[in-house]
Nanobody, 115 residues
């Protein structure tokens, strides 16, 4: 079972930046993909970004060009650098590990963007 610990959330003004971290308990090379999701109040959880075990990264359309996913394989850690933040980015952000047919979730970290 993969354990995930997130950090880096907080409150910022619109236009600001935050970097989220997700530390995995196992090697990123043993995980098919690391993904970021978010859930705003009253809305369903939505996918934000993914990075595969070979480093390929993809983004949802509404964060493309503003968010960047990266990883440090020596630390088994994935990052989500968020820039040009908007109030609509306010949500709880979750880290997710996909390995074979199993998914593992972090505890979530709150991001609040004030207008």
């Amino acid at each position: 079972q993969v354990q995930l610990v997130e950090s880096g959330g907080g409150a910022v003004q619109a236009g600001g930046s935050l970097r989220l971290s997700c530390a995995a308990s196992e090697s990123l090379f043993s995980i098919n993909a690391m993904r970021w999701f978010r859930q705003a109040p009253g809305k369903e959880r939505e996918w934000v970004s993914s990075i595969s075990s070979v480093g390929v990264h993809v983004y949802a359309d509404d964060v493309k060009g503003r968010f960047t996913v990266s990883r440090d394989t020596a630390k088994n850690t994935v990052y989500l650098q968020m820039t040009s933040l908007k109030p609509e980015d306010t949500a709880v952000y979750y880290c997710n590990a996909l390995r074979s047919q199993n998914q593992y979730w972090g505890q979530g970290t709150q991001v609040t963007v004030a207008s």
